[in-house]
């Protein structure tokens, strides 16, 4: 079993910056892919970024130039950097971890964390 705790969610203005983190723990010897989803209330989850443990990266089109997905392996931790957030970002993010998890979609996704709310007002 492998734990996932995400933390660093805020309300933050247009145009601000948010770092998420996402510490995983238990059995994580295993976890080859991790990454970011969004979802809103009556809102289909979407991906948002992922990343494998040899590096591989993909961003949703909505995010790409403004988010990075980076990877402390040492520390168990995934993170997403945020810049130039827009209202339209605000959602719950949630992470997720697979032992054979895709970069491009929730298949294989093995884990979920609980979320953290990104709130960015206008």
């Known amino acids: 079993q492998v734990q996932l705790v995400e933390s660093g969610g805020g309300l933050v203005q247009a145009g601000g910056s948010l770092r998420l983190s996402c510490a995983a723990s238990?059995?994580?010897?295993?976890?080859?892919?991790m990454a970011w989803y969004r979802q809103a209330p009556g809102k289909q989850r979407e991906l948002v970024a992922a990343t494998t443990s040899g590096g591989n990266t993909n961003y949703a089109d909505s995010v790409k130039g403004r988010f990075t997905i980076s990877r402390d392996n040492a520390k168990n931790t995934v993170y997403l950097q945020m810049n130039s957030l827009k209202p339209e970002d605000t959602d719950v993010y949630y992470c997720?971890?697979?032992?054979?998890?895709?970069?491009?979609?929730?298949?294989?996704?093995?884990?979920w964390g609980k979320g953290t709310p990104v709130t960015v007002s206008s």
């Open positions: 238990g059995s994580i010897f295993s976890i080859n892919t």
């Open positions: 997720a971890a697979g032992r054979r998890g895709s970069l491009y979609s929730s298949i294989g996704m093995d884990y």
